[in-house]
């Protein structure tokens, strides 16, 4: 299934609620039903352990995050178009898709 039909999906307005420890052991996402009117948030730590995960999600890795942007995490090439267009680097926050680790 790819990232982009999870985009397209119903984001949730109304009737949100938590779960309990025992509900999400029982929870078993091979079997839900995509079209339902129930979805779910979830809350997860990320680490990229093995190269060979990361060598497969380098071109898009899984999960986006908010992070603040720094001048030493840019390349040079991406350093020489900003120069190239006149802008200048603005240390900011932005939501980034990386392979550090996420909490």
């Known amino acids: 299934m790819s990232y982009s039909i999870f985009l397209k999906g119903k984001l949730p307005d109304k009737n949100i609620q938590?779960?309990?420890?025992?509900?999400?052991?029982?929870l078993n996402f091979d079997h839900i039903n995509l079209d339902s009117d129930v979805g779910f948030i979830l809350c997860v730590d990320i680490e990229y352990e093995s190269d060979a995960v990361k060598d497969y999600v380098s071109e898009f890795p899984f999960i986006p995050e908010r992070r603040?942007?720094?001048?030493?995490?840019m390349s040079d090439m991406q350093?020489?178009?900003?120069?190239?267009?006149?802008?200048?680097?603005?240390?900011?926050?932005?939501?980034?898709?990386?392979?550090?680790?996420?909490?």
């Open 18 to 26: 938590g779960m309990s420890s025992t509900e999400l052991e029982r």
């Open 68 to 73: 603040k942007m720094k001048m030493e995490a």
């Open 79 to 103: 350093m020489n178009r900003l120069q190239s267009i006149g802008r200048r680097f603005m240390e900011c926050e932005r939501v980034l898709n990386t392979l550090y680790p996420q909490k």
